[in-house]
């Protein structure tokens, strides 16, 4: 991979404006080793924080392109710089981890990849999420402004990220000095693939794109016993399946109607036998809400109820509630959807830019915008397109992200990705940090 795109920076070493070919033809030229870097990304998955040999592959690619490389930035995290003249500092951020799911597509290159996770559990590892598509589009494009450097100025900046589906990669980055050690940058990029869209369309969402998200841990109390003497004991799954019921109260009836609240019990956990009954039972939540008044509302409520379910059978001591994972929504700046409109449009076609809601989801990209960071974070859409159409006709939906099914129609998401990433970064890096900045307001 790494000498075809050594190669082909030297066949296309400075050539004049002129000799610059279309975006198209420019990203056919780099896609069969974006496609070969897919399929090894997709067969050999690695979990949240142990991204090693994901990471190493991405960071001898972009060595390779000229890229001025850091590894093991928070962790397994890459940066990777290429200075281009005076101008603007511009983020492009892609994630490395894949999901502890097994894979079910039945494709020809589908991951068989098992693994420890880090309670040392053997689990299957997917890139269930399309960060294996992620991590094939930017280094073809970094492969492409390597080559074609008078077409940009400035500095580009390809990040690397580990961690995203524990939503602490980000975080870990920036303290590790992310922002002290390399330019901070003054825009921030990212895209994400998925089936809301069919592949070869792209979606823009000014202002909130997604959800805040907060990982809410309960241990419930009880006292055991035998399960032939229910008196004798407080059952901790009786007060847990009340408490999940309970939940549930909570955007359908203390969150005013319209606004955004969810609450979904992922798991629960408790006991080892039919006649058995335990001490404790656990509870793992998800919470996904857009306002932060709604936010606190939430969390404040699953507190009150698990408490007073808890209170309510008796239980000596009361649940143990730990929010151990969170992010904010990440927020697209207005002035940068509407700048970066025109130049998708361009290269894409005005009816493949579409404009969406905010989704459901939630990810760790908002710690970027959150330092001060103005970010554009697009959709990528994914879905085979015929499929896509049958689906929408028969009132069905396709696979999700994180889905044992989900898997992009790689082309032309893959050649979408590429050729929107070029467009965005030589659109941002064109005219001076300061006329950056004036254009978004």
């Known amino acids: 991979m790494r000498s075809a795109l050594l190669c082909l920076i030297v066949t296309l070493s400075a050539p004049t404006w002129a000799q610059i070919p279309p975006l198209s033809k420019e990203v056919d030229t780099v896609y069969p080793e974006a496609h070969s870097l897919y399929l090894d990304l997709h ?22 392109l000229g890229y001025d490389v850091t590894e093991h930035v928070g962790g397994t995290g890459i940066v990777a710089i290429l200075k281009n003249g005076p101008g603007p500092t511009v983020m492009l951020r892609t994630e490395l981890d894949a999901l502890p799911v097994e894979e079910k597509t039945g494709l020809a290159y589908a991951s068989t990849a098992h693994t420890k996770d880090d309670a040392g559990h053997d689990v299957p590892v997917m890139h269930a999420c399309g960060h294996d ?42 303290d590790d000095g992310l922002l002290k050690r390399f330019p901070r940058p003054d825009v921030a990029v990212a895209m994400h693939v998925g089936n809301s869209l069919p592949a070869g ?24 016993g035998h399960g032939s003497a229910p008196h004798t004991t407080i059952d901790p799954i009786v007060i847990a399946a009340r408490t999940i019921l309970a939940l549930q109260t909570i955007p359908s009836r203390e969150v005013k109607p319209g606004e955004m609240a969810v609450v979904t019990v992922g798991y629960i956990q408790a006991g080892t036998k039919n006649n058995i009954i335990p001490d404790q039972a656990q509870l793992g939540l998800t919470i996904r809400t857009y306002k932060p008044e709604i936010r606190k509302q939430t969390l404040a409520a699953i507190a009150r ?24 929504a990440v927020y697209n700046h207005p002035g940068l959807a509407q700048r970066l409109r025109g130049p998708l449009e361009a290269v894409l076609g005005k009816d493949n830019v579409v404009t969406e809601e905010p989704h459901t989801a939630s990810e760790d990209f908002s710690y970027f915008i959150e330092q001060g960071i103005p970010g554009f974070y697009f959709s990528l859409g994914g879905a085979n397109p015929e499929k896509y159409r049958e689906a929408k006709a028969a009132g069905t939906t396709l696979p999700s992200n994180h889905s044992a099914l989900f898997a992009p ?20 890096l064109n005219g001076s940090a300061d006329d950056l900045h004036k254009s978004m307001h």
Do not use: C
């Open 43 to 64: 067969q050999n998955p690695e979990l949240s924080s142990h991204e090693t040999q994901t990471a190493a592959k991405l960071a001898s690619g972009l060595r390779g």
């Open 133 to 174: 598509l992620h991590m094939a589009s930017i280094l073809a494009t970094g492969a492409i402004m390597a080559h074609s450097k008078q077409t940009w100025h400035g500095t580009l900046m390809l990040i690397g990220q580990p961690a995203e589906e524990t939503i602490d990669g980000a975080r870990r980055m920036i």
């Open 201 to 224: 369309k792209l979606g823009i969402t000014p202002g909130i794109f997604d959800t805040n998200a907060d990982s809410v841990r309960i241990t419930i109390y009880g006292k055991g």
């Open 305 to 328: 109820i698990s408490k007073a379910e808890a209170d309510a059978a008796g239980a000596a001591r009361e649940p143990l509630i730990e929010n151990y994972e969170s992010t904010d």
């Open 409 to 428: 129609d790689v082309d032309p998401a893959l050649h979408t990705g590429i050729t929107a990433e070029v467009a965005v970064l030589r659109n941002l």
